[in-house]
């Protein structure tokens, strides 16, 4: 996307495919624009006087100004003064995007020069976010047109010194956006498409394209390195696993961070088969894998003083003739034991041999783990945010703060010694499932513990936001969310 801020007196006539927005809060009136034709502001005004435009948070109102300066004048609704913030301007960008579609607007005026405190990069963002769609697999029709997108921004500044910055803060926004969809394609990609050796593929493009240097282990090496719980959950797959190992490195980094995905491509549930109803969503069961594969895109893009790992398990749960069942035992990479008590707790198992083989073989300063993994977790907290749990008080609130920044909110869930004693064994070290329904999410954590040795750690649960999130105008509930991206990117960008 095309980003440039400019004062007032340098800006050229847009055409009638470009559309001036012009911000304004609650029962502000008259709208405030420095480049504003008087007679379109006396519309509005006589509008807000008939309660037509209002300035509520993600009201948006349209108007036509053909031969203008722009084709159109869009009112973007800031709500009261005090209460606007980031995710404020996201879910304006989303409600807007559908007026700049229905007017084939191709390119935005931001008239920011009497609203300094803005924040225009979350617009930029959300804008991204909302012009994404997942349309590979539909035929358009013959002779219906490509719907149109914004392509370019500019942006009205009331000082020309502030001008490259606003530059660099929405080219970031932009740029981190394109990530986060990059994840959503992973993740909304076909499971027949997107397996395992597909998600190796892209994880090697991203090494081919940037700094990054990239390992992929099959079975035989992973045999060979004693990863009998990763292994024994893809055991009823024709497709093969892989274990991902993606690294970034800088010359002058003083910390080394992992973050580690849930890459279940396919999730049938195994032996302990899922219910057939909603089946078909189970290729979201590696949005983790998908979400800490393009935050590693991201910071090769942008090239922080720290190095990374991104380690992603990635394998199908199915049903074949040699799928692991209930009651077996399988000896993970650090030599604890695991009783398999239900085939579709898997995802812990594919992380606890991920995890255990990071901690050992790369010794980061930290580690971070993101999965689709509990129903649990949907149930406690819904699809508003994503619970948060681990061993290190400063790595979960590092986390919560960079969450509350970009709009991938994190909820602290307590994770005492208590439940890590649940997911003991009868016959082995460990079970996979905890006692009854009890605190799923927070079971699922305790098991993850034991994988991580002292390493600060912290686990985000991520069923609820992962897909599916209803309500928030810049993600369609139909596709993935890319939830994660922003959250890592940021959070590696304050530690560098």
Request: overall charge positive.
């Amino acid at each position: 996307m095309e980003i440039k801020a400019v004062v007032s007196g340098k800006l050229k006539k847009g055409g009638d495919d470009a559309c001036l927005v012009v911000p304004v809060y609650e029962k502000e009136f008259p709208l405030q624009s420095a480049v504003l034709d008087p007679a379109h502001a006396a519309v509005f005004k006589a509008l807000a006087a008939r309660d037509a435009v209002t300035g509520k948070a993600q009201a948006t109102y349209y108007l036509p100004t053909p031969g203008a300066l722009c084709g159109g004048v869009l009112a973007l609704g800031l709500g009261k003064r005090g209460a606007c913030d980031a995710e404020t301007l996201r879910r304006a960008a989303g409600k807007a995007v559908r007026h700049f579609a229905r007017h084939r607007v191709t390119k935005l005026i931001f008239d920011a020069s009497a609203f300094p405190e803005v924040p225009v990069d979350a617009f930029v963002e959300g804008l991204v976010l909302a012009q994404y769609d997942f349309d590979v697999y539909r035929k358009q029709p013959e002779g219906k047109s490509v719907p149109a997108k914004v392509g370019a921004v500019t942006i009205i500044v009331p000082d020309a010194k502030k001008a490259g910055n606003l530059e660099r803060q929405c080219g970031l926004a932009a740029l981190i956006a394109t990530g986060v969809n990059g994840a959503r394609q992973l993740a909304n990609t076909a499971a027949n498409e997107m397996t395992p050796a597909a998600l190796a593929r892209f994880a090697q493009g991203i090494a081919e394209q940037s700094d990054c240097t990239c390992t992929v282990l099959d079975e035989k090496k992973m045999a060979k390195l004693g990863m009998n719980a990763l292994l024994g959950v893809a055991r009823g797959a024709d497709n093969a696993p892989k274990l991902i190992l993606l690294e970034y490195r800088h010359p002058k980094a003083t910390k080394t961070v992992a973050v580690a995905g849930k890459g279940v491509c396919f999730d049938s549930g195994g032996i302990s088969i899922k219910p057939a109803q909603n089946m078909h969503e189970m290729k979201f069961d590696m949005c983790g894998a998908a979400a800490v594969l393009c935050a590693m895109m991201t910071i090769a893009w942008l090239r922080p003083k720290v190095n990374v790992i991104a380690v992603v398990p990635a394998v199908e749960n199915k049903t074949g003739s040699k799928a692991q069942t209930p009651g077996d035992i399988v000896r993970a990479y650090n030599g604890k034991t695991i009783e398999v008590h239900n085939t579709d707790a898997e995802g812990r198992l594919i992380l606890a041999d991920a995890m255990a083989y990071t901690v050992d073989k790369y010794k980061p300063d930290t580690i971070v783990d993101l999965a689709t993994l509990t129903g649990a977790c949907v149930v406690a907290l819904g699809h508003c945010c994503a619970g948060i749990l681990g061993n290190d008080d400063a790595v979960i609130d590092g986390l919560i703060r960079a969450g509350e920044a970009t709009g991938d909110r994190l909820w602290k869930l307590p994770l005492w010694d208590d439940y890590k004693k649940q997911m003991e064994g009868t016959h082995a070290d460990l079970c996979n499932i905890g006692s009854g329904r009890d605190a799923g999410t927070i079971t699922a954590a305790a098991f993850l513990q034991h994988f991580v040795g002292d390493t600060p750690w912290a686990h985000l649960d991520i069923a609820g936001v992962a897909y599916g999130v209803k309500g928030v105008p810049h993600l369609n509930p139909k596709h993935a969310t890319g939830f994660g991206v922003r959250l890592l990117v940021k959070w590696i960008m304050g530690l560098a």
